[in-house]
């Protein structure tokens, strides 16, 4: 799955656009790396995400095509 697309289904950004805007300005990174927004998200991932001043940094644990709202939190758990 594309990272623009994990980060909208699991509910990390809001909308598609936004995340795909967000890796084109390098705010988000993969395994200490920046990605594109056609980046294939695999499980183990390690994914920081720079929100101004704070940075969330998340390890994926599932990789879904749709999932409810409750059970979007499943599919990462936040790293410190």
Known sequence: MR???FL????LIKRRTVANDACDAAHISVNGKVVKASYDVKVGDVIEIAFGEKTLRVRVTDVRDSTKK????????VVD
């Open 8 to 11: 909208k289904v699991s509910r």
């Open 70 to 77: 409750a059970d979007a939190a499943e599919m990462y758990e």
């Open 3 to 5: 990272i623009d697309k």
